[in-house]
Nanobody, 124 residues
Framework: QVQLVESGGGLVETGDSLRLSCPVS????????MAWFRQAPRKAREFVAA????????YYSDSVKGRFTISRDDAKNIVYLQMDSLKPEDTGAYFC?????????????????WGQGTQVTVVG
């Protein structure tokens, strides 16, 4: 059983940084494309960033491009999301997802496994 457990969220001020972690257990990380999604209160869950299993190509939503960095360490079976220059609109629950994407990295249906989420709150 593949399990993902996010950590690293918290309450920060505008302009601060956070690094989210997502260790993967039950399978080798190298077989999965990985992504982060987020869900703000009363809004739909949205794509944030993805990193592919072959070659490590990365993709970002326009709202986080240039501020967030997704990375993976296949040897340690862990994925990270470095978030810099945080804004109040980045507030939400952040979810790590794993899958083998065939059509589009932006669709939640492409990811088979999900974590429970970690809360990020940006104030000020």
């Amino acid at each position: 059983q593949v399990q993902l457990v996010e950590s690293g969220g918290g309450l920060v001020e505008t302009g601060d940084s956070l690094r989210l972690s997502c260790p993967v257990s039950g399978s080798s990380l190298s077989t999965y494309d990985m992504a982060w999604f987020r869900q703000a209160p009363r809004k739909a869950r949205e794509f944030v960033a993805a990193i592919m299993r072959n070659g490590g190509n990365t993709y970002y939503s326009d709202s986080v491009k240039g501020r967030f960095t997704i990375s993976r360490d296949d040897a340690k079976n862990i994925v990270y999301l470095q978030m810099d220059s945080l804004k109040p609109e980045d507030t939400g629950a952040y979810f790590c997802a794993a899958g083998q994407v065939f059509r589009t990295i932006y669709a939640q249906r492409e990811y088979e496994y999900w974590g429970q989420g970690t809360q990020v709150t940006v104030v000020g």
